[in-house]
C-alpha cells in the first residue's frame, strides 16, 4: 500500500477545503471523495474546486437513491426519532459515506482515511465506528483532533493566508451538513440557546408565517412500511423525497430548532430543516396506529427509541441494527395503504387513513346500535382487570391497614 496517499471525506467546505491543504503540507497525496447524497451543490464544481486546491483526485459518487432506499427508509419503518424531535438527517448519510470511503481506499490502494469531523461531535463516531467495522486496518486521520485551529474564524484566517477558496464568513458562520433529507444549522448566534434563530437561517423552507394560508392536502402510499407514491402517482424513493420536501417547505412544515445530547456528553444546540421527511414520518405514524395491534405498537415504541439511539452513535455496521431490523420489517408487512396529509402553516396533520389491513372495525366501534358487540360482557372484563386493585382494598378494610387510596 501508499503510505502517502489518503482518502479524503471531502465537501468542497471550510473545513475539508482547509484539510486537503493542510494535508498537502503533511506530505500527502490527496483524494478526494465526495458522496452524493443530495446536497445541493454542483458537483462539477466541488471537482473542480477540489484539484484546484490540490487533490491528485477527486471521486464524485452519486448515492442519492441508494442513501434512501437502504438507509432512511430503515429509520421510517422502525420510527426512529431522537429525543422525540430529531429525525436523524446526518446520521443516515454517514455510514453510506464511511462504506464508499473505504471503497476508495481498496480501490486506490490507500491505507488513510481523513475527515473533517471536530472532536466535539458526533460524525467523527460515526465515521470511524463505519470505517473499522468495514475495515479495521484503515488507519484514520482526524486533522481537528491534531491541529492547532481552534475554531471556524481559525479556519477562515488559515484559507485566507494560503488563498484558498471558500464560501463561509465570519458574519454567517453557521457550520450546515446537508442532503435530501435535511439540512442541519450549528454554530453562529445559535451557540447561545436564548438567542431566536434568525429567519434567514432557512435554506429548504420557507418559515411558518410566510406559507399559505389556505392548508395543502397530499397523499402518500405506503406498500410495506415504505413510502411508493404520492397522491397516486408511483414514485422511486429519490423522487417521493423531493416531493414532499418541495410541498413540506411550501407549507413551513419540519423546522425544529433543539437542544440534544451529543454522544460525547455535552449539549448542543441546532436547527434542522427536514420538511419531506416530517411529512413522511407523521403519515407512517398513522398508518401504524391504522394497522397495528396494541401490543405490537407498544413494544415497537421502545424498539424505535433504540433504534434511534443506534443511528445517532453511528452504530449502523452492528448485529443489533440486524436483529431489530428484522423485528421492524415484521411489523411492516401490513404497513400498506394511503395517508391523507393536512400541511398548514408548519404543521402536517394526518387527516385520512385507509388499508386493507385496517384493524378499525366500524360493526364494533360504532356509538349506534349493533349486533356484534354485547356490552354486558364488559361487566366481567372489568371485574378480572380490576381483581388487584380490589382484594388490595379488601386486605386494607379487613386488617386494619390505613390506605394511601381514598375517597375522603
Not at 23 to 33: P, Q, S, T
Not at 114 to 123: E, I, L, R, W
Not at 162 to 174: E, H, V
Request: with cysteine; proline share 4%; aromatic share 10%.
Amino acid at each position: 500500500m501508499a503510505d502517502n496517499k489518503v482518502i479524503l471525506a471531502y465537501s468542497g467546505g471550510l473545513d475539508t477545503s482547509v484539510i486537503l491543504t493542510w494535508l498537502m503540507e503533511k506530505g500527502y497525496d490527496v483524494i478526494a471523495v465526495c458522496v452524493n447524497v443530495g446536497q445541493e451543490d454542483d458537483m462539477a464544481e466541488v471537482e473542480k474546486k477540489a484539484y484546484a486546491t490540490g487533490a491528485k483526485k477527486c471521486y464524485i459518487i452519486d448515492d442519492k437513491e441508494t442513501f434512501i432506499k437502504d438507509f432512511v427508509w430503515h429509520g421510517v419503518k422502525a420510527g426512529a426519532i431522537y429525543e422525540n424531535d430529531y429525525l436523524l438527517g446526518t446520521a443516515y448519510a454517514r455510514p453510506l459515506i464511511a462504506k464508499e470511503l473505504v471503497k476508495v481506499a481498496h480501490a486506490e490502494n490507500a491505507q488513510v482515511i481523513a475527515h473533517g469531523c471536530t472532536g466535539k461531535g458526533n460524525d467523527q463516531v460515526r465515521f470511524e465506528s463505519g470505517i473499522h467495522a468495514l475495515d479495521p486496518s484503515l488507519k484514520v486521520i482526524a486533522p481537528w483532533r491534531e491541529w492547532d485551529m481552534k475554531s471556524r474564524e481559525d479556519l477562515i484566517a488559515y484559507a485566507d493566508e494560503k488563498k484558498i477558496p471558500i464560501s463561509a464568513t465570519l458574519k454567517k458562520i453557521y457550520s450546515r451538513d446537508q442532503n435530501l433529507w435535511h439540512i442541519s444549522h450549528e454554530g453562529g448566534n445559535l451557540e447561545d440557546p436564548w438567542n431566536i434563530h434568525e429567519d434567514d437561517i432557512h435554506v429548504m423552507s420557507k418559515t411558518p408565517e410566510a406559507a399559505p394560508d389556505e392548508p395543502a392536502y397530499v397523499d402518500i402510499t405506503f406498500d410495506k412500511g415504505v413510502p411508493v407514491a404520492v397522491d397516486g402517482v408511483d414514485m422511486g424513493p429519490v423522487e417521493i423525497v423531493e416531493k414532499l420536501n418541495e410541498l413540506g417547505a411550501a407549507n413551513g412544515v419540519g423546522t425544529i430548532d433543539i437542544v440534544e445530547n451529543r454522544l460525547v456528553g455535552m449539549k448542543s444546540r441546532g436547527v434542522y430543516e427536514t420538511p419531506g421527511g416530517t411529512i413522511i414520518y407523521k403519515a407512517h405514524q398513522d398508518l401504524e396506529k391504522l394497522v397495528l395491534d396494541r401490543e405490537t405498537m407498544m413494544f415497537k415504541n421502545h424498539v424505535a427509541i433504540k433504534y434511534a439511539q443506534i443511528l445517532y452513535d453511528g452504530q449502523w455496521y452492528t448485529p443489533l441494527r440486524d436483529a431489530l431490523d428484522a423485528f421492524v420489517d415484521s411489523t411492516q408487512d401490513v404497513v400498506t395503504g394511503v395517508v391523507k396529509m393536512k400541511l398548514y402553516k408548519g404543521s402536517a396533520v394526518p387527516a385520512a387513513s385507509k388499508s386493507k389491513y385496517s384493524l378499525f372495525n366500524e360493526a364494533f366501534a360504532t356509538f349506534g346500535e349493533d349486533e356484534v358487540y354485547d356490552q354486558s360482557d364488559a361487566e366481567g372484563f372489568i371485574n378480572l382487570f380490576s381483581l388487584p386493585q380490589k382484594i388490595r382494598a379488601i386486605n386494607c378494610k379487613q386488617n386494619g391497614i390505613p390506605s394511601k387510596y381514598t375517597a375522603d
